[in-house]
């Protein structure tokens, strides 16, 4: 198997596994740079992630945390990735309030957007061009093989100079309006950890590292040079 697949027995030892990476990987990007900027998505697996790394003694100080992609729904709804981040690992774990930055899930699509990219300017201080460089960005992967919020046939996949946007997932009847992080960033990550498990996503999985390379049809396959999947038995079963 490709040695950039870790294979577990369950869900939760994946989600485990991943999550003490992540704090690995942050603890020696603090070292060398003096803080360290994660990219965290959302979904059930990385709720398993999150409440494992909460319960970890790890020093939360000088590490930038950030949305991969967020839903346009308030920040307090059942669809909310940032509500699910806060009850699984920002309640828990003493990181700092302004450490956090999250997409405004609340205003106007195109708003939330532009006010997400300025957000990311700031904080990595970045001249006009420029795009972020994430230490970690965790991602995760849908049954039909999406990532962040880049769908199969959306037109911004071939996007890598900009560093968010908004999206309209028409399939996505219930939060059809995102805003997400663009290719660029995903692929210029420092370190990406892509978690998926079950057995809905095998065949999804088997499409990403067996199939053509064609991130429009295929956009979890868009990696950053240190890209490591953290995927359970079933999700494996056709590899």
Aim: hydrophobic residues 40%; aromatic residues 6%; contains cysteine.
């Amino acid at each position: 198997m490709d040695p950039s697949i870790l294979t577990f027995d369950t869900p939760e030892a994946a989600a485990d596994a991943c999550g003490d990476r992540i704090l690995d990987l942050l603890e020696e990007a603090r070292k060398d740079r003096g803080q360290a900027a994660i990219a965290l998505s959302g979904g059930s697996t990385p709720r398993l992630m999150f409440q494992t790394m909460a319960k970890r003694p790890f020093d939360w100080r000088g590490i930038q945390i950030f949305q991969v992609d967020e839903r346009c729904v308030p920040p307090d709804h059942a669809l909310s990735n940032f509500r699910m981040m806060r009850e699984s690992l920002l309640d828990a774990a003493p990181i700092e309030e302004n450490h956090v930055h999250r997409i405004r899930g609340e205003l106007p699509p195109e708003e939330a957007a532009r006010l997400y990219v300025e957000e990311i300017r700031g904080s990595f201080h970045l001249s006009p061009g420029e795009l972020p460089v994430f230490d970690v960005i965790a991602r995760g992967m849908g049954p039909d093989a999406h990532t962040a919020s880049l769908f199969q046939g959306e037109p911004l996949i071939g996007d890598r100079s900009g560093i968010a946007a908004a999206v309209f997932v028409e399939k996505q009847k219930s939060a059809p309006h995102r805003v997400t992080l663009l290719r660029g960033v995903l692929e210029g990550a420092r370190h990406t950890l892509c978690l998926a498990a079950g057995g809905e996503k095998a065949e999804a999985l088997r499409s990403v590292f067996k199939g053509p390379f064609d991130p429009l049809q295929t956009p979890s396959q868009i990696a950053s040079p240190e890209t490591v999947w953290y995927i359970d038995k079933n999700a494996a079963a056709l590899l």
